[in-house]
């Protein structure tokens, strides 16, 4: 929603799930986003890279059509 965007809530929420991939000793965090999908520029401004494009039927006419986005878990 409009009115909770820029208060650094997708910040906390990205650091919640890079801290429970560290514990599992995880090596990046990936995730589909629909190209059209206007949280794609969220993602890159939180660091993610887009790594490659997916087509998936998804049945009855549909298809997704994401980009692939992963995040690399610094270990340092």
Sequence with gaps: ???????????????????????????????????????????QKLGFKKIGERKKDIGKGFYMDDFVFEYRIDYS
Excluded: C, Q, T
């Excluded at 009115?3 to 910040?11: A, H, I, P, T």
């Excluded at 929420?13 to 059209?36: C, H, Q, T, W, Y």
């Design 1 to 43: 929603k409009k009115e909770v965007r820029g208060k650094g809530l997708s910040r906390k929420m990205l650091d919640f799930v890079i801290e429970a991939a560290r514990k599992e000793g995880l090596p990046s965090i990936r995730l589909n986003v629909n190209k059209n999908n206007s949280a794609v520029k969220a993602y």
